[in-house]
């Protein structure tokens, strides 16, 4: 069974930086674009970040400049590092991951709270 273990929220000041790290595990499979999406309070939820196999990366207008995707293809884990963090950051932040064979995942969610 495929498990996205999120991990790296929390709360940070205005300003301030954090990285997510989201691992895959349980899947024999290739992994194809690997992302962040978030979901504020009372909206929808949004893409913040993707990156492709080959390193290609997409960013919402909104974190360009501030937030950083990577990926370690071999441990099968994508990282977001967040800097100059805002209040209207805050969300819960997903884990999202396209499987060959699975289709996309999502993983629980992890917290991020940008406030003094």
């Known amino acids: 069974q495929v498990q996205l273990v999120e991990s790296g929220g929390g709360l940070v000041q205005p300003g301030g930086s954090l990285r997510l790290s989201c691992a895959v595990s349980?899947?024999?499979?290739?992994?194809?674009?690997m992302g962040w999406y978030r979901q504020a309070l009372g909206k929808q939820r949004e893409l913040v970040a993707a990156?492709?196999?080959?390193?290609?990366?997409n960013y919402a207008d909104s974190v360009k400049g501030r937030f950083t995707i990577s990926r370690h293809n071999a441990k099968n884990t994508v990282y977001l590092q967040m800097n100059s963090l805002k209040p209207e950051d805050a969300a819960v932040y997903y884990c999202n991951v396209e499987i060959q064979r699975l289709g996309v995942q999502w993983g629980q969610g992890t917290q991020v709270t940008v406030s003094s």
């Open positions: 990156i492709t196999s080959g390193g290609r990366t």
């Open positions: 349980g899947s024999m499979y290739r992994i194809y674009t």
